[in-house]
């Protein structure tokens, strides 16, 4: 049995945070219904998608959820999602969206179905305006300490990491709220933005702190690792590594796997400081890199990694998104949390299940994504319960609709 066993979550999303937290707690075993309208959601078709068209992003962050096709613009179907979302149950009454409609799906109006509803809504601002990780970064000031030391030009981050945050925000929010309802027997209603989730970060990561109390502002470091050691090379093979020294450990035992101790050591004569302080490591990281990068430049990958690994040295070779798949094993290949699944239409590809390891618990193999609509007549008559004519005036009528 899951964890999450017997919970009940109903969705109403689209983009990355909402549906990346419904298929964390799906994942971790509770039930995810999602609701879109007939023709599909917003991410029904976004890229990437598979040479068939369907989109791989919904494939992704829908895994191990069902689904509900429902027509959202018809009074009756709105009326099946209000009462679905407050539908009765212990585990149940718990509702996670960033496409809150007001009269319909917003707190007030849902709370008086179900007093004990749960809510959590993530928002673009706090004043309930759009926001979305490519315009919540640049307004931070992070695109400006990105890309190579010297350039002017800001550099956005391909990866949405403010999304990523936000929902695991999301599932921890949902998880307290649910955790106080049965302590108190209370519901309540869970709101943040965005956009406020990413200024929390950085103040908690100090940025904030710094750009208002120092004189020197932060600039682009390139590929270094900011106020320790971390730097990428190229080798002879046309290959490029990282390598770290944030710790004395991982600087000490870089030194050792590279032979360099004598050479770090004049070097410290030379400036008079010990660069086994990792702030003295940044300051001085470019005299740093002159005496690695030749030593890597005359070496192929292959010559040294096995030395480094042996060593528990902290690196990492750049890889293309091809290229790691197809050469890193340990993180994809042979690694248990990936299942290769076949899926129609599209064909074979790893899919991963949740990378946490409950002690308690037996890991979930990863669930396909459902079809538009492929449990609506399951939720109908089991959550609903209404019986097969009432189902089918419904699918007649065009107020819902089934998986194809």
């Known amino acids: 049995m899951s964890i999450l066993h017997g919970m009940r979550v109903f969705e109403s999303s689209a ?26 959601g917003l991410d029904q078709y976004r890229r990437p998608l598979a040479p068939n068209g369907e989109s791989l992003f919904w494939h992704g962050l ?101 999304d990523c945050i936000a929902g695991n925000m999301v599932v921890s929010s949902l998880l307290a709220a649910e955790r106080d309802r049965l302590r108190t027997g209370k519901g309540q209603n869970v709101e943040f933005a965005l956009k406020d989730a990413a200024a929390a970060i950085v103040g908690h990561l100090g940025m904030i702190g710094e750009a208002t109390i120092s004189d020197e502002q932060r600039g682009k470091s390139g590929n270094s690792l900011y106020g320790a050691y971390g730097q990428d090379f190229e ?30 050591k004049k070097l410290e004569e030379e400036l008079n400081v010990s660069l086994d302080n990792e702030g003295r490591r940044w300051v001085h990281r470019h005299e740093i890199n002159d ?28 890889r293309t998104m091809k290229e790691a798949i197809d050469e890193d094993d340990d993180t994809f290949a042979d690694n248990p949390m ?44 089991d959550i609903m319960g209404l019986g097969s004519g009432e189902i089918g005036v419904l699918f007649d009528s065009g107020i819902v609709s089934f998986a194809k």
């Not at 709370?111 to 979305?132: F, N």
């Not at 944030?246 to 360099?260: E, I, S, V």
């Open 62 to 162: 829908n895994k191990g959820k069902k689904s509900f096709a429902v027509n959202l613009k018809s009074e009756i179907g709105r009326e099946l999602v209000s009462d679905l979302i407050t539908s009765d149950g212990d585990d149940s009454g718990l509702f996670i969206t960033n496409l809150r409609v007001p009269g319909w799906t917003d707190y007030e109006s849902l709370k008086k179905k179900r007093k004990d509803l749960v809510m959590v809504t993530l928002k673009g601002d706090r004043h309930g305006g759009p926001e979305v990780d490519y315009t919540v970064n640049p307004s931070i000031g992070i695109p400006n300490i990105t890309g190579a030391e010297g350039s002017l030009e800001p550099v956005a981050n391909a990866l949405p990491a403010w």
């Open 291 to 318: 005496i690695f990068r030749p030593w890597f430049a005359k070496r192929k990958i292959i010559e040294f990694e096995k030395g480094f690994n042996d060593l528990g040295l902290t690196w990492s070779q750049f």
């Open 15 to 40: 983009f990355v945070a909402l549906p990346l937290a419904g298929m964390q707690l799906a994942q971790m075993g509770a039930e995810v219904i999602r609701f879109d309208n007939l023709g599909g």
């Open 235 to 264: 080798c002879s093979c046309g290959g490029r590594v990282i390598v770290i020294g944030l710790t004395l450990r991982q600087w000490r035992g870089l030194l050792k796997a590279m032979d360099k101790t004598d050479e770090i």
């Open 338 to 381: 990936f299942e290769t699944q076949d899926f129609d239409g599209i064909g074979k590809y790893m899919v991963p299940r949740s990378p946490v390891e409950f002690s308690n618990h037996l890991a979930i193999s990863p669930e396909k994504p459902p079809k538009l609509g492929q449990h609506t007549e399951e939720i109908l008559a």
